[in-house]
Each structure stands twice: as structure tokens, then as C-alpha cells.
């Protein structure tokens, strides 16, 4: 089969034509022993339909000539522990289908979904957290996200936020997956406050709590 570039990036936006991406970004990068090329695409903050995808890239084997693909396959990225996951694909049609069905079924581990979730209505999120602990004297008005680097190794990704407390105070929160653990570092009254987790099934009762007990 001998797909090209062009077409691999036409059926993306054919699959993604409907979808709000904050960022993209691409970059060729060389492989070791071999004269092909990796092709990355990067996506930050994406909502389609009602799915919120927070971060992936997409990766191809293409030639050096940078034309066309190598390999009927592409990567993903499943997992935010840098755990990539291999589609194959046998026509163009297939491809979109097996993209969109990735995408669209949230086929991503639960760390990533569990992110991708919160991203969606985080203030939402959080004063119901407020809401369900008696919480009466703190509100999140918003929450903004806005990826600062749109293309960076799955190593060194973090996820910074600024949330809006009761309209006026913001608080900046980054968070960090390193060596297998998740630390929410935040800055609350010029004080440095971290919390580390195993895993991102809980992202709104570490921020609810950590706010409560702070502020």
C-alpha cells in the first residue's frame, strides 16, 4: 500500500472536521539505524462532540523524503506513563475508522480519561465537591487550561492550570507525572503546597481539600 502524507493528514481533519483543538503541532524526528522518519502529531486539548480528549499524539513511519508512510500502522498515545499503543490499518477508509473509533470510544487508559473528564466542567467539578463536603465559603468561578508547550516528550509533559477562586483569587496548580507518581503542586498565599497521588481517580478531592484546608 502506498499512502501519502498529504492523504494521512486529509483523513484527519476529515476525521477531526467537527472537533475544537486548542493547539497542534507536528515535528519530524529521526530513528536510529534507519533512513525513515518518525512523524508526530501533537493535539492539546480537544473536544469532540461530548468526548474532551486533554493530550495525544499520533505517530507515523514515513520515508526520509518525507512523502509518504512506510507502515500500514499507527501510534497513539494510551497511556500518560508514555505508553504508546499500535493500530494497523489496511486502506485509507480503515484508517479513519480505526482513528475514529480510538477517539471517539476513549479507548486511553484511566489516567487520561480520568484528565480528559475533569477538563471538561472542572469548576463544575470542584464546587460540587465544596457542595457535598459543606463547603459554603469558596467557589470556583473558573478554571482555565492552556497548554504551554504544544509539543513535548510524554516524559516531560505537565498539565498547568490557574483556577479562579470566589472571582478574584487565582491559584496556579501544575501537575506532574513523574517515576510513577502524579504530584499536584500548588501555590496558595505565595506558599508552595504539593500532593502526591498513585493515580487520577480522585483530581477534584485533592484540589476540593487542598483549597479547604488552605484557604
Known amino acids: 500500500m502506498d499512502i501519502s502524507?498529504?492523504?494521512?493528514?486529509?483523513?484527519?481533519?476529515?476525521?477531526?472536521?467537527?472537533?475544537?483543538?486548542?493547539?497542534?503541532?507536528?515535528?519530524?524526528?529521526?530513528?536510529?539505524?534507519?533512513?525513515?522518519?518518525?512523524l508526530v502529531i501533537s493535539l492539546n486539548k480537544m473536544f469532540i462532540e461530548d468526548i474532551s480528549i486533554i493530550h495525544n499524539k499520533v505517530i507515523f513511519i514515513v520515508d526520509a523524503g518525507k512523502t509518504k508512510i512506510v507502515k500500514d500502522s499507527f501510534l497513539y498515545l494510551y497511556e500518560l506513563n508514555c505508553q504508546y499503543s499500535?493500530?494497523?490499518?489496511?486502506?485509507?477508509?480503515?484508517?479513519?475508522?480505526?482513528?475514529?473509533?480510538?477517539?471517539?470510544?476513549?479507548k486511553f487508559g484511566n489516567n487520561l480519561n480520568n484528565l480528559s473528564k475533569f477538563i471538561k466542567s472542572?469548576?463544575?467539578?470542584?464546587?460540587?465537591?465544596?457542595?457535598?463536603?459543606?463547603?459554603?465559603?469558596?467557589?470556583?468561578f473558573e478554571v482555565a487550561y492552556e497548554p504551554k508547550v504544544s509539543m513535548i516528550g510524554c516524559k516531560f509533559l505537565t498539565f498547568d492550570f490557574d483556577i479562579n477562586i470566589n472571582n478574584g483569587t487565582i491559584i496556579p496548580l501544575n501537575i506532574?507525572?513523574?517515576?510513577?507518581?502524579?504530584?499536584?503542586?500548588?501555590?496558595?498565599?505565595?506558599?508552595?503546597?504539593?500532593?502526591?497521588?498513585?493515580?487520577?481517580?480522585?483530581?477534584?478531592?485533592?484540589?476540593?481539600?487542598?483549597?479547604?484546608?488552605?484557604?
Open 5 to 38: 502524507i498529504r492523504e494521512i493528514e486529509s483523513s484527519i481533519k476529515k476525521v477531526f472536521g467537527n472537533t475544537q483543538v486548542y493547539d497542534t503541532d507536528s515535528v519530524y524526528e529521526s530513528i536510529d539505524g534507519t533512513d525513515n522518519l518518525k
Open 86 to 106: 499500535t493500530v494497523e490499518f489496511t486502506d485509507l477508509q480503515d484508517f479513519e475508522t480505526k482513528l475514529k473509533e480510538k477517539f471517539k470510544g476513549k
Open 176 to 215: 506532574l507525572h513523574e517515576n510513577g507518581v502524579f504530584t499536584f503542586n500548588f501555590k496558595i498565599n505565595e506558599k508552595n503546597i504539593s500532593v502526591e497521588k498513585s493515580n487520577l481517580s480522585s483530581i477534584e478531592d485533592v484540589i476540593g481539600s487542598t483549597l479547604k484546608n488552605n484557604l
Open 122 to 140: 472542572p469548576s463544575v467539578f470542584i464546587n460540587e465537591w465544596f457542595k457535598k463536603n459543606g463547603v459554603e465559603n469558596l467557589s470556583v
